[in-house]
């Protein structure tokens, strides 16, 4: 006889709690699992505080056998999306189970039912919430850790949410890179032909001055990437949350904006792999987690970086400044052998996006992993 599934929405302190340490229960054998801060967590959870929920609302659900946790999920709709794209799809996230389609089955179900209650005729995901968040589901790729706010997951859930009706949508890269190899000989002199241009200058976030800085790179993100699959602008409120976010882990050197005559043109952006710091806290800050991270940090403990963003305004990508992005790189490969790191992550590119893969290759990167997005059409609620 199968045991009855009960899937419960968070509303109280028990729920919450279940949903937030479930994942413990299907990666406690996985060694390269990072179990996040579940006082981060907490607080991305809390849509009093979470600003993605200024234009967004969701429910979050709790899948139960014999009162135990067996998966978890979120539904979402966010209404920037809808007005940017206007392709009726809302998402799911948060995706963990275990290894039973009924119960992978009764979760899907209950997301899909919240979001045709919204009149949302598709089903998108796992974004978590959003695509700016953990976006994809790990395809290939699972014999190394995860890099700071990317994804990582159980192979076996592929085949829960294909065996679902979700097909592909769209896969996402990531590659690994290397400051050990020297840079290209033709990447080296690119760079230093734009860095002799009258009016170049690179210079480094100034952390005093973060709020101002970020939103320099984040005005050129929400311009230069526009035009991608699924994009959505990060509002005011978002970039000033963040802000405070990478306060405690931006490192400066990895952190880079290219002006022209005095103009922000061009941004790179790396994250130190604060995953590599946090793996053996087990998710708690206190009572000697958070002086254990910051040692961590203030002593260059951390020898990777994510890769985050790498982007020009458009008015600067033609001619000369074209070449603005191999300058950051180069520069982001000196600073990273100064930071004594051994390479990192560059993540995460569009499947699609062939000039930007091509690029990364060309300085040597290699792909490593994917993630693929899902989709499908909710159901017809009576």
């Known amino acids: 006889m199968t045991t009855p599934i009960h899937i419960i929405e968070v509303t109280n302190r028990k729920t919450l709690s279940d949903f937030l340490h479930f994942p413990l229960q299907i990666y406690k054998e996985d060694p390269h699992w990072v179990c996040p801060l579940f006082a981060e967590e907490k607080k991305r959870l809390d849509q009093k505080q979470n600003p993605f929920f200024d234009h967004a609302e969701g429910k979050l659900f709790v899948a139960y056998q ?16 809808l007005k940017i794209h206007q392709d009726n799809a809302g998402f799911f996230g948060f ?21 045709a209650s919204k009149k949302i005729t598709k089903i998108r995901g796992p974004f978590s919430f959003s ?68 009016g170049v200058v690179v210079r480094e976030v100034n952390k005093k001055n973060i709020g101002q800085d970020l939103k320099i790179i984040i005005d050129i993100f929400n311009e230069a990437w526009s035009k991608n699959w699924g ?77 985050v963003l790498l982007g020009i305004k458009k008015e600067f990508r033609k001619d000369v400044m074209g070449g603005l992005s191999v300058l950051l790189y180069v520069e982001m490969h000196k600073r990273s052998q100064l930071l004594q790191h051994w390479g990192g992550e560059t993540s995460w590119t569009l499947e699609d996006n062939q000039k930007i893969n091509h690029g990364i290759e060309l300085m040597g990167g290699k792909r490593y992993k994917t993630f693929r997005i899902f989709e499908k059409d909710t159901p017809h609620l009576p």
């Not at 999920?73 to 209404?79: L, Y």
């Open 66 to 81: 014999n009162n135990t946790p067996v998966g978890r999920i979120s539904a979402q709709v966010d209404h920037l999306h």
């Open 95 to 115: 995706f963990e189970c275990i290894n039973n389609q009924d119960v992978a089955n009764a979760l899907l179900d209950e997301a899909g039912k919240y979001l």
């Open 131 to 198: 695509i700016n968040d953990q976006s994809g589901l790990l395809i290939d790729g699972f014999d190394s850790p995860p890099f700071v706010l990317m994804p990582h997951n159980a192979p076996y859930y592929q085949k829960l949410i294909e065996n679902y009706g979700f097909t592909k949508a769209k896969d996402l890269f990531a590659y690994s890179y290397s400051t050990q190899r020297p840079v290209p000989d033709g990447a080296k002199q690119i760079a230093d032909y734009v860095a002799s241009q009258p």
């Open 231 to 307: 994009f959505i602008p990060l509002t005011d409120k978002e970039i000033e949350h963040t802000a405070k976010d990478l306060s405690l882990i931006l490192e400066p050197k990895l952190a880079l904006i290219a002006l022209v005559n005095g103009v922000p043109a061009a941004i790179s952006l790396a994250l130190p792999n604060i995953n590599e710091a946090i793996k053996d806290l087990n998710g708690r800050l206190f009572p000697f987690g958070l002086f254990k991270l910051l040692w961590r940090i203030k002593t260059n403990k951390i020898k990777s970086a994510r890769q």
